[in-house]
C-alpha cells in the first residue's frame, strides 16, 4: 500500500506475556519512528531508526522495550513481561528526510492499539 | 517526555468561527510542525514552519512562530464540522537529532 501500515491494529494480552508490534513504512523512506499514546494525551517519542540503526532510543521506557529494524525498512517493537501499564496505542510513522536537525513531515500508520490484562 | 504544551486543552466553536490554538516548548528549535488527529486515527501532518520563519500560510491554516518568546499559533479560519478533531505541535529540536516530540494537544470541537 502507499501509506504506513501497522499490524495487529489491536492486541489483547496477559500480564507477562511477550508481544510484537510491526510497522511497515512507505518505501524509500530512510527514518522510522515509534511512538506510544495514552488516551488524551499526545505521542511519546519512544525511538527513530535511520536505516537500519537506532539513531536516538532515549524514549524507551525500560529495557522490556527493543525495536529493530534489520534490513532498513519493516520494523518490529518488542515487548518484553508486558505490564497494564504498558497498555496504549503504539504509533510508527516514517519519513524521507535524513540528516541532522533536518526533520521533515511524519506519515503516520493508524496505530496499534495494546491492551495489557 | 513532552516538549510542547497546547493551550487550550479544548476549544469549542460554531462553525464558521475561526479557532487559534496556541503551542509553548521549551528548547531551541529547527522546525515547529502542526498535526491533526481524528479520533481512533493516526496523525495528519498539517504544516511546517521552519525557525526563521515567522508566519506561514495553507488554505485555511495560518500558524506564527515567535522564537523569542518560544511559542507558536495555529488559527483555522472559517471553522468546519469536519475540523473537529485533537491538534499537536510539535517540534525538532536544533541539536543533531531528528528527533520530534509532540505537545498535550488541543481537542477541538466544531458544532454544525
Known amino acids: ?117 | 517526555s513532552q516538549q510542547g504544551e497546547e493551550d487550550p486543552q479544548a476549544l469549542s466553536i460554531q462553525e464558521g468561527e475561526n479557532a487559534t490554538m496556541n503551542c509553548s516548548y521549551k528548547t531551541s528549535i529547527n522546525n515547529l510542525q502542526w498535526y491533526r488527529q481524528n479520533s481512533g486515527r493516526g496523525l495528519v501532518h498539517l504544516i511546517l514552519i521552519r525557525s526563521n520563519e515567522r508566519e506561514k500560510h495553507s488554505g485555511r491554516l495560518r500558524v506564527t512562530l515567535d522564537t523569542s518568546k518560544k511559542s507558536s499559533s495555529l488559527l483555522i479560519t472559517a471553522s468546519r464540522a469536519a475540523d473537529t478533531a485533537s491538534y499537536f505541535c510539535a517540534t525538532a529540536r536544533s541539536y543533531n537529532t531528528d528527533k520530534l516530540i509532540f505537545g498535550t494537544g488541543t481537542r477541538l470541537q466544531v458544532f454544525p
Open chain 1, 1 to 117: 500500500g502507499a501509506g504506513v501500515s501497522q499490524t495487529p491494529s489491536n492486541k489483547v494480552t496477559e500480564k507477562g506475556k511477550y508481544v510484537e508490534l510491526r510497522c511497515d513504512p512507505i518505501s524509500g523512506h530512510t527514518a522510522l519512528y515509534w511512538y506510544r499514546q495514552s488516551l488524551g494525551q499526545g505521542p511519546e517519542f519512544l525511538i527513530y531508526f535511520q536505516g537500519t540503526g537506532a539513531a536516538d532510543d532515549s524514549g524507551l521506557p525500560n529495557d522490556r522495550f527493543f525495536a529493530v529494524r534489520p534490513e532498513g525498512s519493516v520494523s518490529t517493537l518488542k515487548i518484553q513481561r508486558t505490564e497494564r501499564g504498558d497498555s496504549a496505542v503504539y504509533l510508527c510513522a516514517s519519513s524521507l528526510s535524513g540528516g541532522a536537525a533536518n526533520t521533515g513531515e511524519l506519515f503516520f500508520g493508524e496505530g496499534s492499539r495494546l491492551t495489557v490484562l
